[in-house]
């Protein structure tokens, strides 16, 4: 099992930059793929970004394609996601995901290991 806890949200202005945590517990971090998750006020839940174990893969959603980097550590056990460029339309709360199978697979079906969720709010 994995624990996550994500720090970093916060109230940012629009063309503003952020960069998300997310901390794990335990000592498998690296045989996790990682992904960040995002749910705006009033929708579903959808992809943000996804990294492979060694970080050497990534993916994105193309609504953030070209703004949004993830990475990890695995010496620290986390996973980061830099945000620049922020449109008010980024607003939503962000989780981060670890999944035990391949890293294109979380995309539409996360792992079953999820955090506590982090706020982030671009003004106009």
């Known amino acids: 099992q994995v624990q996550l806890v994500e720090s970093g949200g916060g109230l940012v202005q629009a063309g503003g930059s952020l960069r998300l945590s997310c901390a794990a517990s335990g000592r498998t971090f690296s045989t996790y793929a990682m992904g960040w998750f995002r749910q705006p006020p009033g929708k579903e839940r959808e992809f943000v970004a996804a990294?492979?174990?060694?970080?050497?893969?990534?993916y994105y959603a193309d609504s953030v394609k070209g703004r949004f980097t993830i990475s990890r550590d695995n010496a620290k056990n986390t996973v980061y996601l830099q945000m620049s460029s922020l449109k008010p339309e980024d607003t939503a709360v962000y989780y981060c995901?670890?999944?035990?199978?391949?890293?294109?697979?979380?995309?539409?079906?996360?792992?079953?290991?999820w955090g506590q969720g982090t706020q982030v709010t671009v003004s106009s």
């Open positions: 990294i492979s174990r060694s970080g050497g893969m990534t």
């Open positions: 995901n670890a999944d035990t199978g391949a890293t294109g697979r979380l995309i539409l079906h996360p792992g079953d290991y």
